[in-house]
């Protein structure tokens, strides 16, 4: 089992940058795929974007590629997501998440993983 704790939420104006951290209790923590999700109020939890056990193969949901890097460090036990070049748009709770079950592909883990954080919000204001 794993503990998902996110941090690095607020608010920023459009065209600004947030890195979103998650730190994750455990000592395998390497056996996990960790993606982000997030919800916007009123609408359906996406699934943002993924980054593999050891970190070679990433995927983004259209949105966000070129401006969402996911990265992870498997000697602290993280996961960061950089987020520039902000929009309104992207306006919503994002939510750090891990699986362990093997999956990996995008149709497999959007519709939910095993472990979830909390979630922090961020704000993009226009």
């Known amino acids: 089992q794993v503990q998902l704790v996110e941090s690095g939420g607020g608010l920023v104006q459009a065209g600004g940058s947030l890195s979103l951290s998650c730190a994750a209790s455990?000592?395998?923590?390497?056996?996990?795929?960790m993606g982000w999700f997030r919800q916007a109020p009123g609408k359906d939890r996406e699934l943002v974007a993924t980054?593999?056990?050891?970190?070679?193969?990433?995927y983004y949901t259209d949105s966000v590629k070129g401006r969402f890097t996911i990265s992870r460090d498997n000697a602290k036990n993280t996961v960061t997501l950089q987020m520039n070049s902000l929009k309104p748009e992207d306006t919503a709770v994002y939510y750090c998440?891990?699986?362990?079950?093997?999956?990996?592909?995008?149709?497999?883990?959007?519709?939910?993983?095993?472990?979830w954080g909390k979630g922090t919000l961020v704000t993009v204001s226009s």
């Open positions: 998440a891990a699986d362990g079950s093997g999956r990996m592909s995008y149709q497999s883990l959007k519709g939910g993983m095993e472990y």
């Open positions: 455990g000592r395998t923590f390497s056996s996990y795929v």
């Open positions: 980054i593999s056990w050891g970190g070679s193969t990433t």
